[in-house]
């Protein structure tokens, strides 16, 4: 049976709305992310807002000031005298600046202090936010014209991947498609290697019901493969023919029908609220 994924959008006065309609690809584990989706949509979970990527969503001055107020959130619930977060938010930040910051993320986010049952609501959600602006800043870097949204839920539930799973990333990616959401704390072997990141690569290892809504153009993914295959091995001993390093992205669907991604740019420019999510 065909299935169909919508998602809905509105402006900050719910005064106007759009949606995008994907046709979801065949196959057993589409089913199941579409399983695992209704499970959220039943449980009335809470979908996050702002993840936004690319130049025509990135204020650099509104994403620097919020970004700088999330880290002092974080910082009001640390012991006297010792901060959380030791960086700071400037303006014109560098790449190597927003990856020293996501190390202090990655360092901070499995700590007790910040997973534990009575660690301050607050102070967590305040540390999420402050990854999502780093990577929402990174898109003042990003080529024009290309960007992507992330649908994802509040608190999802984490589900195990089986072995036959591994084989459907790929590194090639396609105008207009939807994708896995990555959805693991860290930093994918594929981007690692791209941004030549510093601290371990970490291999996707669950999934949640998070989707990605990819507007950055095609590729296939083949033109660095073996330098990436080298850098892995030599820095990491990461194999590239691993199934479970889990390179790239696993692709769910299409955009149903024609679309051009310069008008849904201004669509999303404008309606800026995930509203909601529906399967048809």
Known sequence: MAYQVRYNFRDLDSTSKFSLTYDVFEGDFRERWLQVLQYELNRNQKIRQDHFYGQRFTNEKNIREE????????????????????????????????????????????????????????????????????????????????????????????????????????????????????????????????????????????YKAGAKLFFWGDSSGD??????????????????????LALGYIPLGKIHGDFDSREIADQLERHNQIESIEIL
Do not use: C
């Open 223 to 244: 033109s660095q493969k073996d330098q990436m295959a080298t850098w892995l091995k030599e820095k990491w001993d990461m194999d590239i023919f691993d199934p479970k």
């Open 67 to 206: 970004m700088q107020r999330n880290i002092d959130i974080v910082n009001s619930f640390a012991p006297k005298g010792e901060p959380w977060i030791k960086g700071s938010t400037y303006p014109d930040m560098t790449h190597e600046d927003l990856m020293k910051l996501h190390e202090e993320f990655e360092f901070l986010s499995p700590r007790p202090e910040f997973t534990s049952r009575s660690a301050p609501h607050e102070m967590v959600e305040a540390l999420i936010y402050v990854n999502v602006l780093i990577h929402r800043y990174e898109g003042i870097y990003a080529e024009p014209g290309k960007f992507h949204v992330d649908a994802l839920f509040m608190d999802p539930t984490n589900w195990a991947f089986e072995e036959s799973d591994y084989q459907l990333f790929t590194l090639e990616q396609k105008q207009g498609w939807l994708y896995l959401d990555y959805g693991v704390t860290g930093v994918p072997p594929a981007v690692a290697f791209w941004q030549k990141v510093e601290q371990r690569p970490v291999p996707q290892y669950n």
